[in-house]
Every structure is written in structure tokens, then in C-alpha cells.
């Protein structure tokens, strides 16, 4: 079959600049303000930094390139795409897995992501009420402790958070995911930038950015390695199917290898950004920068709620991480919409309310594991917890090993030639070496560390 042949029933991209800002809404989520700088902090400042840098081109960008070709060379959902081009290789039928398991790790993400993203909108209203005015350690713990105990507050903002994000994937690839990633991404740039700018005048500017910058190699260790490949790797949103669909949007003229660099830069960029914007603000107060998860939703409001205009910076800083959530959630849910359409020919409005309703019910579980479901558990781990492990420590790297094969050894060099168009035959040769032997490694080794395993 003939590569400008295949186009995507479901559109595809007006321009590089909606892939780019697409792609990067979706591997900037909760995590990216502020488990990046909490990490890059207690691993060694900049030593972390580079470290990380480095996976990024070695690790990161490559696999970017692997699965955005794998999109655009299929142009269907990942189920579909994977089946193509396993017949079009004729290669064995078990490489569609790679599909299927992209597919189904989007929706058990989004499931619980919902709910965390949920927590952001009901931290808004928090924030824009004063709740965090003169707010205490225990306040705020005690705060959080009600928000999340309450099952009927955690569904209904679980809801709220899934119904606007199948109103934009049910309007579209260009009217629905373009649209709102044109509005929503400059928009979270703007608020980072306005926070960073009030964490200039905390007079603990200079102590963030020492924080965050300056190289401390006693505290970075073998540990410390693996996190930053395994951060490389997450952050970018890889192996679940995500940037693989948008992929297979992305016009033929435009350069694989140029937009996953700019993915990765800008995906970097707002990690340091926001890192620049806490932690002046947390050093401010006199709180503890490695709080981890609690520095969100029990850390922080103590800090807004003792600033100046801590309700306006407060609110504004909710609203930031709900904009990186929702850039997150339209893509997390992308892949099982489209296979919905192709599967059983709905319309993409029915396809994303059957999609979001699956979500929903699992959500659920997530939403009960911090009230009436949290001492059930499995294994020791409640429900919550278990999608997570299943999900991150093997699903996600298990497929992007997946993928990286498949680009490397699998498919022919013509192909993936063809469909990368670089114009450096020395650069080709580079990318096959990383995503034939240096990806799949280096993932394997990440995926042997979060089992415990290494």
C-alpha cells in the first residue's frame, strides 16, 4: 500500500504549531508541576537536570519519532494502525497487542486522572472562596481530608471534569482537540508566567532557582539515574497510544523528527517553569519543598492563604493545573473514541459519551478508594492504587518496548525512511541505533526498577 495514499477518516491537523501545542498538552499533566521539580530538587538540582536532558534526546525523542510514525504511517486508531501495518510488514499477529494495550491503558489513565482532575475544579472554588485564608497545617490537612472523604463531592466532580472533556473530543480533531488546545495551552503558559512573576517579588526568587539549578552531585546516585530515565520517558506521554493517534493526524510535509524535538523542548520547558513558580512561594512560607503529592492540595493552600493576594494566586493556580489535566484527558481518551468509530462505525459525538461512560464507572472505584472503599484492598493496595501499578509500572513501558521493536527491527528501514524523511543519512542511522538497541533497554530497565525488580 502506498503511504500518500492512507488518510485519517477523522482529519488531521491544520499546521505542525496545533500538533506540537496537541502533543504537548498531552504529556503536560499533574505531574509535570510538580513531581519534576520536586524530583529535579532532591536529586541534585542541575545535576538532575542534564541527566534528565539527556534521556530526553536519547530516550525520549526517539521513541516520540517511533510511535508519531507509527501514527502517521497507519492513519487509524492505534488498534487499527498496528493491524495495518503488521499485515503490511507481515509480521506476526501478536504486534497488534502494542495497539490494544496503548488503547486500553489510555482509559484506565483517564479513569483516575478524572478524579484527580476533578480535585483541581473543587480546590478553585476552595481558592476563589477564601477557604484558604489563615489556614493552618492541620486546616489545610484537614481540608483535604473532608474534600477526598466525601464520596458524593468526588463523583460529582469526577463528572464534571469527564463531561467537558468529551465535549471537546466529541466536536472533532479541528473543531474539538485543535481548538481547545489553541486556547488552552497559551493559556497555561500565561497563568505559569504570572506565577512565576508574583514568586519574583516573594524575595526568595534567587533561593528557587539555587533549588532548582544549582548541580549538588552528593545527593544524585544510581537512584537517581533511573528516576530521570523514567521521568523521560512518563512525561512524554509515551506508550499509551496518545501521541500515536495524533500522529496519525499530522500532515505528510511535516517533519516527524523537528516536532518531537519541539514537543520535548516545550514539555521541559513548562516542567522548569513551574518549578521556578513554587518553590520561591513554598520557601516564602517556610514549607517543605519535597512534600511530594501533598505539596498540591495540603502544602500550598497554607502558602496562599498567608500571601498577599493569596485568593487571586490561589485560584490562578488551580486553574493552571486544571488546564494541564483537561490537555492531558482529551488525549488520554482520543484513542478508544477513535476505535470506537472505526470498530463499530458510530458517530465520534456517541463514540465519546460510550468512551467517557466506561471512564466514568471506573473512575468510580478510584473515587471510593479515599472514602468507603479505602480499607479494601488487594495485594495491599486499594483500587486506586492498582490501576496505577497496572498502568505505569507495566502497561506503559511493556508498550513502548513494544513500539520501539516494532520500529526498529520489524518495520523495514524503507519504511521508516520514507515516513521520516530525514534528510541526514547520518541522522536516520543514529535514530534507528537508539530505538533498535538504546530505547529498548533503557525502557526495560525502567520497567525492572518500578516492579522492583533492579
Not at 481530608?145 to 466536536?171: C, E, K, N, Y
Request: hydrophobic residues 55%.
Amino acid at each position: 500500500m502506498i503511504t500518500h495514499d492512507r488518510q485519517s477518516i477523522h482529519g488531521q491537523w491544520s499546521s505542525r504549531l496545533t500538533f506540537v501545542m496537541a502533543a504537548t498538552g498531552a504529556a503536560v499533566g499533574l505531574g509535570n508541576i510538580w513531581k519534576f521539580p520536586y524530583l529535579t530538587g532532591i536529586h541534585g538540582g542541575s545535576a538532575f537536570v542534564l541527566v534528565y536532558m539527556l534521556c530526553v534526546v536519547f530516550l525520549g525523542i526517539p521513541m516520540m519519532m517511533a510511535e508519531v510514525m507509527l501514527g502517521r504511517r497507519g492513519r487509524q486508531t492505534p488498534i487499527n494502525t498496528m493491524r495495518t501495518l503488521v499485515e503490511e510488514t507481515k509480521a506476526g499477529q501478536g504486534w497488534q497487542l502494542i495497539g490494544w494495550s496503548g488503547t486500553l491503558a489510555g482509559i484506565l489513565i483517564l479513569s483516575y486522572y478524572s478524579v484527580i482532575g476533578g480535585w483541581t475544579i473543587g480546590y478553585i472554588v476552595h481558592a476563589a472562596v477564601g477557604d484558604f485564608s489563615g489556614l493552618s497545617g492541620d486546616g489545610a490537612s484537614s481540608l483535604f481530608g473532608d474534600f477526598v472523604g466525601s464520596p458524593l463531592i468526588q463523583v460529582g466532580w469526577h463528572t464534571a471534569f469527564l463531561i467537558f472533556t468529551m465535549a471537546i473530543v466529541a466536536r472533532g480533531v479541528q473543531n474539538g482537540l485543535e481548538k481547545a488546545v489553541t486556547y488552552l495551552m497559551p493559556a497555561l503558559l500565561v497563568l505559569l508566567l504570572m506565577l512565576v512573576g508574583y514568586a519574583m517579588t516573594t524575595g526568595y526568587f534567587m533561593k528557587g532557582l539555587a533549588f532548582l539549578f544549582t548541580p549538588d552531585f552528593t545527593h544524585f546516585s544510581s537512584t537517581s539515574m533511573l528516576t530521570a530515565m523514567g521521568q523521560a520517558f512518563f512525561s512524554m506521554s509515551l506508550g499509551m497510544g496518545a501521541i500515536m493517534v495524533y500522529g496519525s493526524y499530522l500532515p505528510k510535509n511535516v517533519s516527524i523528527a523537528g516536532t518531537s524535538v519541539a514537543v520535548a523542548l516545550a514539555d521541559t520547558m513548562v516542567a522548569l517553569i513551574a518549578g521556578m513558580a513554587i518553590f520561591p512561594i513554598v520557601f516564602a512560607n517556610a514549607l517543605t519543598p519535597g512534600a511530594g503529592p501533598s505539596l498540591i492540595f495540603e502544602t500550598l493552600p497554607v502558602a496562599f492563604g498567608h500571601m498577599a493576594g493569596g485568593t487571586f494566586f490561589g485560584t490562578l493556580f488551580f486553574v493552571l493545573l486544571l488546564i494541564a489535566a483537561w490537555t492531558s484527558s482529551i488525549s488520554l481518551i482520543e484513542p478508544a473514541v477513535t476505535m470506537m468509530i472505526e470498530k463499530f462505525n458510530m458517530t465520534r459525538r456517541t463514540a465519546a459519551v460510550w468512551t467517557g461512560l466506561v471512564a466514568w464507572l471506573l473512575g468510580l472505584g478510584t473515587a471510593f478508594s479515599f472514602n468507603v472503599w479505602a480499607d479494601v484492598t488487594m495485594w495491599g493496595l486499594t483500587f486506586f492504587e492498582q490501576i496505577d501499578f497496572l498502568t505505569s509500572n507495566l502497561m506503559l513501558p511493556i508498550g513502548a518496548i513494544g513500539m520501539a521493536i516494532f520500529a526498529g527491527w520489524v518495520m523495514s528501514k524503507s519504511i521508516s525512511r520514507e515516513e521520516l524523511a530525514m534528510k541526514s543519512p547520518v541522522n536516520y542511522f543514529i535514530w534507528h541505533a537508539l530505538i533498535r538497541v538504546v530505547a529498548p533497554i533503557a525502557v526495560s530497565i525502567v520497567l525492572l526498577h518500578a516492579v522492583g525488580l533492579f
